[in-house]
């Protein structure tokens, strides 16, 4: 005959001498290891690694930089509309990065210049409208900068705290501003002076093949290297071949013959009609020249 019994079970049987939580540490531990090691990776990387991810992480680390605000006059708000709609034409016959939508910025300011940074945004200045007298010399410009915006310059010139704040929106928005700091703050002045020398040249390359598919020519380019080249002290440089190896972008001359040479290769006219500056923007001119 079979005796049954209920026996207890042996002592610590269910009991460990190791803490519950030390899995959870190097778990923990392992994780944190990882993203360090990703983000000194990123650090190194930043110019080849910024650009190729995918878009809609930077937009979510720039989602706080608004650099396309409506200006204060309703002459430059009006200023800003005709350029904006200038770069939707100019941008519809771009390959953008999925997601990427273009803002222009104007600024009622003296300064000779453009600057295209993180989010889409590109600014123009009142006194660069000063040097151009036609809407193809204007449209040169604009699509240089969205070419900047579509190669993603911005995210790779603007260096490491941006790239590893890009790299860490993909884990968090917040994570990710945090990461790039102050770079967000000052993202449009380190823009102007950020973009090597290469880059100007992918960015002249595909501006010349949309203001070529806009206009039928590419005399807009010439006009604009024209100006360029009666900016106090540009006569100077020029003569100075070897300063071209330590600033980004390439001296004016060399710019006007890789114009003249990229016609020549694609079967395209140097000159043509040329389209008058729309009216907010003529004024915007004349209001510099005065």
């Known amino acids: 005959m079979v005796k049954l019994e209920n026996r207890l079970p042996d002592e610590g049987i269910n009991a460990t001498h190791e803490n519950p939580l030390r899995e959870f540490v190097w778990l923990l531990a392992g994780s944190v290891a990882l993203l360090v090691a990703i983000v000194v990776v990123v650090s190194v990387a930043a110019q080849w690694i910024a650009p190729r991810i995918p878009y809609r992480y930077e937009a979510r680390l720039a989602a706080g930089l608004d650099l396309a605000t409506p200006p204060t006059s309703a002459a430059g708000r009006a200023a800003q509309v005709e350029l904006q709609a200038l770069a939707d034409r100019l941008a519809a016959r771009m390959d953008l990065p999925e997601g990427m939508s273009i803002r222009v910025g104007y600024r009622d300011d003296g300064t000779v210049n453009a600057f295209a940074t993180l989010g889409g945004q590109t600014v123009f200045f009142r006194g660069l409208l000063r040097r151009l007298d036609s809407e193809d010399a204007v449209a040169m410009v604009m699509a240089h900068e969205i070419a900047h915006l579509k190669y993603r310059h911005p995210a790779a010139a603007l260096g490491r705290g941006v790239a590893v704040g890009v790299v860490l929106s993909v884990v968090s928005a917040e994570l990710g501003r945090s990461a790039a700091g102050g770079a967000l703050g000052q993202a449009g002045m380190l823009t102007l002076m950020s973009f090597n020398r290469e880059q100007e040249r ?23 290297f024209a100006a360029f080249a009666q900016l106090p002290g540009a006569q100077r440089s020029e003569s100075m071949t070897v300063v071209e190896f330590v600033q980004t972008h390439p001296l004016t001359a060399n710019r006007i013959a890789a114009v003249k040479q990229w016609a020549q290769d694609h079967g395209v006219p140097l000159d043509g009609a040329r389209r008058p500056l729309p009216p907010a923007l003529a004024q915007a001119r004349a209001k510099a020249d005065k």
């Open 202 to 224: 992918q960015a002249d390359a595909e501006a010349l093949r949309v203001l070529a598919a806009e206009y039928g020519h590419i005399g807009g380019a010439i006009d604009l």
